[in-house]
């Protein structure tokens, strides 16, 4: 695998029509979940990626194992849970503004992964390992198999790409912050947002954010600055990356994740930092045209199409 990740997929369930839940009768299923949706953007760009987790011994655990295989993952080292269920999340829509999301996974299958269930010839067999700071809200042992996954990369020369990934209903931020900027002192790629630099280092500036995390050991810093784009620094060489604009985004849930797929396609590439920002930047543009968490990662050809750099032949 040139990347390996893991984390918690859930079953997503996305209402078909907007409104309070209560008056919402009809749903369609997909899957959601921060890493295998960055497993999954990197496979549609071409890449070799693995993804494991636990997942209950239930049909929805088999569902998202199989939708995730099918997308071109690796899912040969997921691990199958006999005494805990797969996780479940509910969308409630409303016009114009992002859903709400309500999580149904206290004491689910993947938050009950263990460093048992680590193969570490699986990690140390990649390029680079992703993490995201949802898997470290899940539990006690969540938080350990994610700091034992990152030390064992970084002793076997594995680049760790880090994504905060903030998620205040999962944990409050005065346990989250000594926890998030812990493994981003170990990260070689960070991929924070304005928001999360407010709530980590008291800045929403992108150069001082990118400052801060450059201070504490960080190689590459990329932070999100959503449509205008991103502000990527390294210790010798920084610089904004103007956006995509999308008029009308459908949902905006995604976007995060195809950005940092999009940027570490580009440092599989050995792209330079302004190559790995643009196609980031498209990436995650791309994922708000289409309902749904994964369901608009581009492929190659169409990220490519997107940004001008490949001709497009309507008929």
Request: net charge negative; with cysteine; charged share 25%.
């Amino acid at each position: 695998m040139e990347i390996v990740t893991f984390g918690e997929s859930m079953v997503l369930f996305n209402p078909d029509t907007t409104g309070p839940l209560r008056y919402v009768h009809h749903f369609n299923k997909s899957i959601a979940g921060a890493e295998s949706n960055v497993a999954i953007a990197l496979a549609r760009l071409g890449h070799d990626v693995g993804w494991f987790s636990k997942i209950g011994d239930d049909e929805f655990g088999r569902y998202i194992k199989a939708i995730i295989r099918g997308e071109g993952v690796d899912v040969s080292r997921v691990v199958t849970d006999p005494h805990n269920n797969t996780g479940l999340l509910f969308k409630e829509r409303f016009a114009h503004v992002n859903p709400n999301v309500y999580y149904y996974r206290k004491n689910s299958a993947a938050s009950n992964i263990t460093v048992e269930d680590l193969d570490f010839d699986y990690i140390k067999s990649s390029k680079i390992l992703h993490v995201t700071g949802i898997t470290l809200a899940l539990s006690p042992s969540a938080r350990e198999t994610v700091f034992k996954a990152v030390e064992f990369a970084k002793a076997n020369n594995v680049l760790v790409s880090f994504d905060p990934n903030i998620r205040l209903k999962l944990w409050r931020i005065e346990e989250a912050r000594p926890t998030l900027l812990e493994v981003a002192k170990k990260a070689d790629i960070l991929f924070p947002g304005q928001d999360e630099g407010k709530l980590l280092l008291g800045t929403e500036d992108p150069k001082e954010i990118a400052k801060g995390f450059l201070g504490m050991g960080c190689k590459i810093v990329a932070v999100k600055l959503g449509k205008e784009g991103c502000y990527i620094a390294k210790k010798e060489e920084d610089e904004f990356v103007t956006g995509y604009i999308v008029e009308k985004p459908e949902d905006t849930v995604g976007a995060g994740d195809g950005f940092a797929a999009g940027f570490l396609s580009g440092i599989l590439q050995n792209f330079s930092l302004r190559e790995c920002g643009q196609l980031a930047n498209a990436v995650g543009a791309m994922a708000t045209l289409v309902r749904g968490d994964m369901e608009g990662f581009p492929t190659l050809q169409q990220v490519q199409r997107f940004m001008g750099t490949e001709e497009h032949i309507d008929r």
